[in-house]
């Protein structure tokens, strides 16, 4: 069974910034675009970012666009999302997940389309 674990949330002020990484334990990252979603209290899941399996595809929420870069290391089979200028709108819990569509672009950010989800990490930004 496919496993990816969340880490890096925590509480930061407005404008500062977090790194999110998400790591595969059981199966290897390289054949899959991974996305990176988040899900605040009362409000649905949404996409945030994803990446192609080979890195050279990319694919941005407008919200986060020119703020948030995600990024691969697979040799050490993560997937980061670094996050900048962060505000309190960004507060929620961020989640990744796999692509289950083979050979993804990361054309959309569908969670319809995403699976093996992880458990999540805290995000808390506030003054």
């Known amino acids: 069974q496919l496993q990816l674990v969340e880490s890096g949330g925590g509480l930061v002020q407005p404008g500062g910034s977090l790194r999110l990484s998400c790591a595969a334990s059981?199966?290897?990252?390289?054949?899959?675009?991974i996305g990176w979603f988040r899900q605040a209290p009362g409000k649905e899941r949404e996409g945030v970012s994803c990446?192609?399996?080979?890195?050279?595809?990319?694919n941005y929420a407008d919200s986060v666009k020119g703020r948030f870069t995600i990024s691969r290391d697979n040799a050490k089979n993560t997937v980061y999302l670094q996050m900048n200028n962060l505000k309190p709108e960004d507060t929620a819990v961020y989640y990744c997940?796999?692509?289950?569509?083979?050979?993804?672009?990361?054309?959309?950010?569908?969670?319809?389309?995403?699976?093996?989800w992880g458990q999540g990490t805290q995000v808390t930004v506030s003054s």
């Open positions: 997940a796999v692509d289950l569509v083979y050979g993804s672009r990361c054309i959309k950010l569908s969670a319809a389309d995403f699976g093996s």
């Open positions: 059981r199966f290897t990252l390289d054949y899959y675009a």
């Open positions: 990446i192609s399996s080979s890195g050279d595809s990319t």
